[in-house]
């Protein structure tokens, strides 16, 4: 007797899409539905409240839990697997969600226990998002597919799901009221969470050898698993510039997203309707971006690749705003810019997953996410200050020229050198990769 575990996925040698495609299709229905999300939790907080300060109050409670568990959980994903840690994240967070419109509609959601969903959710998220992201590269390799076009294709789906996601929770939130778009958030993890479990073997994430050896009982203990993490990262020069350049350039782009872009729109008189459009331009390109980055990226030169994406997606966003162009040419300057960011991720996506050994992809990917992601919650507050203190203009000026300095800088370190392939194969063969991944993880333990 077998199960469906032991099918095609299992069997070294053979080719199987069905990991690869099921990871993409659980990211691309949870994704969509935490920007549903974006769009309905403010909302109902704002129609509710009246509050914006309650608002911003609620959105913190979702993204400080996020980022923090996210960090911590690095460990837990290598010790029982993207596979438990994806499938049983998305169950919570869609629990979570579907606990909102349940209590208000008994009467009992007071703002309290709002926080605490919240907070709940973004527990739930940071782990779930983590683990999609650890299960793609094995699910690339079962499948055979290059590893730039396996990490291109998961920022299309990412760049995808923003923009229809936030189309369809505006189109929800205007028809049927946030509720019931917070109810098809709650839907769209659970969805992920079937997924997953019902696509993906249960061997995802271990070897048969890993899981049967006596390594692996006598595996070290968690927190010195959690410090390992630190270690690697100690050791790995490239890694930690690219983490602290992604750093800055998420404060910056959090700092535009939340408040140069709506101040400017306010300033300029073209309104909300302009930042949708800005944000949908920017997106739909960056989908384009990432298809083509899918296909060529493994042919071309990284860090040229990287440079270049930069280059256009961080200035010139900040730059054209200062000007106050036309809105047509604001417009196309988000197009380039987002067709530009649809190159950077898969690249940096396979760079990092090349250079990690596999037994410890979920610690070090989650710090590094982490700390990429700390300064994201400061943007707005920076930001913000910085508007009332000297004005628009010259802080997006400053913004623009922090954006160039710190990427072209982090570019022409040596350490980026070490960016570019070695060996001449994007995805060596499985069985090898396995082999050279656990010697590094002996060395490293």
Not at 47 to 60: D, E, Y
Not at 366 to 372: P, R
Request: glycine share 12%.
């Amino acid at each position: 007797m077998t199960n469906d575990d032991s099918k095609v996925g299992d069997i070294p040698g053979k080719r199987s899409l069905r990991p690869l495609g099921g990871v993409l299709a659980a990211m691309a229905v949870s994704l969509t539905g935490t920007r549903i999300s974006v769009v309905a939790l403010p909302w109902f907080v704002l129609v509710t409240t009246g509050s914006a300060t309650q608002t911003g109050l609620v959105a913190f409670c979702e993204m400080a839990p996020y980022v923090v568990v996210k960090a911590f959980t690095g460990p837990l994903v290598d010790r029982i697997g993207p596979r438990a840690v994806s499938w049983t994240t998305d169950l919570a967070s869609a629990t979570a969600a579907a606990a909102v419109p349940l209590l208000h509609a008994l009467d009992l959601l007071s703002l309290p226990l709002l926080l605490v969903l919240v907070a709940l959710i973004g527990a739930a998220r940071g782990p779930g998002d983590l683990a999609k992201e650890v299960i793609v590269p094995e699910a690339a390799e079962r499948g055979r597919v290059p590893l730039e076009r396996a990490m291109g294709l998961s920022g299309v789906i990412e760049r995808l799901a923003s923009t229809i996601g936030l189309a369809i929770g505006g189109s929800l939130v205007a028809l049927l009221g946030p509720l019931t778009a917070l109810a098809v958030n709650a839907g769209c993890f659970a969805l992920g969470s079937v997924i997953i479990k019902l696509a993906l073997p249960r061997s995802m994430g271990h070897t048969a050898e890993e899981a049967s050896s006596p390594a692996r009982k006598t595996e070290p203990g968690y927190w010195r698993q959690f410090g390992e993490g630190f270690t690697f990262l100690r050791g790995e020069p490239l890694l930690l510039t690219v983490i602290v350049m992604v750093g800055i350039t998420n404060l910056l782009d959090a700092a535009i997203t939340s408040v140069l872009v709506p101040v400017w729109a306010r300033q300029s008189g073209n309104g909300a309707t302009a930042i949708g459009l800005m944000g949908s331009v920017m997106g739909a390109a960056g989908v384009g971006g990432s298809l083509i980055a899918a296909v060529v990226a493994q042919r071309l030169r990284r860090r040229l690749v990287v440079l270049t994406g930069f280059l256009l997606a961080g200035a010139p966003r900040f730059l054209i705003l200062s000007f106050d162009a036309p809105l047509g040419v604001v417009l196309a300057v988000f197009a380039v810019s987002g067709f530009g960011a649809g190159f950077v991720n898969p690249v940096l996506g396979a760079v990092f997953v090349e250079r990690i050994p596999r037994p410890m992809l979920g610690r070090v990917n989650a710090l590094g996410d982490s700390l990429s992601w700390a300064g994201i919650p400061l943007g707005g507050l920076i930001a913000g200050a910085a508007v009332t203190a000297v004005g628009l203009a010259p802080v997006l000026l400053a913004c623009g020229i922090a954006y160039f300095l710190t990427t072209n800088l982090a570019g022409l370190r040596r350490e980026w050198q070490e960016m570019e392939r070695t060996g001449g194969q994007s995805v060596p063969e499985p069985s090898s990769k396995d082999d050279a991944s656990r010697g590094n993880a002996n060395l490293a333990t």
